[in-house]
């Protein structure tokens, strides 16, 4: 029973829960949601007829708001570039203003009348081509577009030409059919723009780098100074005001400053003529790797080593920097066409690289007055020093021995250097020890960055103290076993030679705003002392009998006292008979004013170890610098060593002073009045081999004697013998 009525319980639960929820949505729940449903759509339908209201009454006012919008709101007026300047005011590098010719498709087609005059006005005067402008114009999908470039980059005269073409002036003479063809051109407007220009083309092209079209420097001095150079892009706004009149608001452009290089052209263009002719006598040597070109690399620096500003940097990957993706210089053309996209970037990366900052090496024995200087001033050894060249030493048992390039005997510390001796070398670096020899190169700044402000500078690579035993030490005191760049070769050796002040190398020296103020000036730092100038001074001397009476004889320049390092250093692996040969001058070495410093990277020629062709560089070089850089020579000099330093000769026949009788214009003799004693002068007279030449017809003729009563015949010189006379171009 319990069962049951348990049963008939939980029956009449669930039906009484059926019932409830079946209830749950009654009519009245209906009604009021209909009513909310009517009322939402009464309100679309009042909010239609609003908009359609405020369409009918005011549409053209928010639709030429918007069209404000639209032209005015995104109109960008473009900064100009800064330029770069050498250090005369030369100008290298610059930003020209140009205008992009810009289409208003939607313009153009709201009149028929306007697509013909249109279209011929933009073949006539820029020269495009109809079909692809009448395509522009038509096109789905730019036939209602306000902004469409068919012309990149026109000049302003290319611009003023448009605008005389539409002229409508009423001082010009047109018909009236001529006026209603040119004022239906419409839709044509121009965009200002600026593109970049290198006036001087391949000068000084990897110092200067060059910049792309969105002003990104790219490398160079365009890459490291990409802040100071760019400026900000000025706006242009427009809107409607309460009167519906287009009102401007103008945010003019912040300009660019202007970068003022250390860079003297004139001896840019020197270095890089001479780096020209070594490539076009050698380009057809013996060696394989490098034919068609006279090294694998050769690069030149020119440095004031009293500031360490550099006046010239080149190498021989010359290039044009108003086309710098044409590689058609150093390839032919069927080697560019099978070239992939990654060879072309390789090959373009190789062409703008510079080797001067950027190729760490082993700089072979131009590093040597570096060492003997810093062996001195570490009181390792003393100018007494002295050693015997075997023509090789054996630093360790185990190793094989060094060799030198001659057997010299006995040797002071000059002739070490005089005779690039690396027994002796290796002998001053053993005396200095792995401690202070690795001291002396960090106080040099070798295995660090320069600072020099061009980018992609290369460390080099040391030993270090850890890592440098006997071996390392003593080939290293000879500049191999270790790399460096030639910006910091130069650099240590310019500290060597100037008093021993160690002076960052840079590139730039002032920067100037776009009214050419000054915005701050570079000035030479001074970042140490490595030695004494007493050991400075010393060197100095030591280099000179380098090139006076050393391994740089075939360097020396008449009438100048040079010093001067050469450099030989065998590229790993060794015996591959791969050579760098380089040389390193300062002038006059007494003060010096100009230090040049000469790479070729695996010279094409037979002999890689054949140092003169760096000499030569660097000689050719300096014989045309010296004299444009106000450096005279002090000794004696012939004619010919005049003439080869580009000296003026003066070519002028001597002249002496000689008395002469004075003649009237018709050729009389003339007397003085109150002595009747011919009239004599001073007149300068030519002397030539042949004796001398009168200025004047009569000059040599002596006058007949007077007669009894005083008086000499007026006429003598009529009867004068053609022997008697000279006779001048005119006579």
Known sequence: MRFRKLQNTVKGEQMAARKK????FTREMQIKLMAIFAFILLLLVILNFLIAYINAKSGDQYAKVVLSQQTYDSKTIPYRRGEILDRNGNVLAKSDKVY????????????EDYIEPTIRALTQ???LEEADVRNRISSEETKDSQYQIVKYGITLEEKQAYEDYTDLSEDRSLT?????ELENVQGIWFEEDYVRSYPMDSVACTVLGFSNSLNDGIFGLEAYYDDVLNGVDGREYGYLNSDRELQENIIDPQNGNNVVSTIDVNIQQVVEKYIAQLEEENKNGPQESTQGHASKNTAVIVADPNTGEILAMATDKSFDLNDPQDLSSWYTEKELAAMTDEEKSEALNEMWYNFCVSEAFEVGSTYKPIVVASALDSGSITTSFGVTCNGYLQPVAEEDAIGCTGIHGEESLGDVLKNSCNPGMMTIGMDMGVETFCEYQDIFGFGKRTGIDLPN?????LHGVNKMGIMELCTSSFGQGFTATMVQELA???AVVNGGYYYKPHV????LDEDNSVVSNIEPLLLSQPISTKTSYQLREYLELVVSEGTATDAQIAGYDIGGKTGTAEKLPRGNGKYVISYIAAAPIDDPQVVVYAVIDEPNIENQEDGSYTKNLVKNIMQEILPYMGIYPTGELTEEEE???GMQVDTQPQTEMEVQYVYDEWGNLMYDETTWEPLTELVPVEVTESGYEADNVYGNVTPPEQSDDGTVDENWADGASQEELIYDDAG
Do not use: W, Y
Request: glycine residues 6%; hydrophobic residues 35%.
């Open 492 to 494: 240590a050796f310019c």
């Open 643 to 645: 003439q080869s330093l």
């Open 21 to 24: 929820r079946e209830q749950k």
């Open 176 to 180: 009236q059919a001529q006026r209603e």
């Open 457 to 461: 500078e290369n460390s080099g690579s």
């Open 508 to 511: 730039v020296k002032q920067i």
């Open 100 to 111: 992009n010719v810009v289409l208003d498709c939607k313009v153009i087609n709201s009149s």
């Open 125 to 127: 005067v820029f020269g």
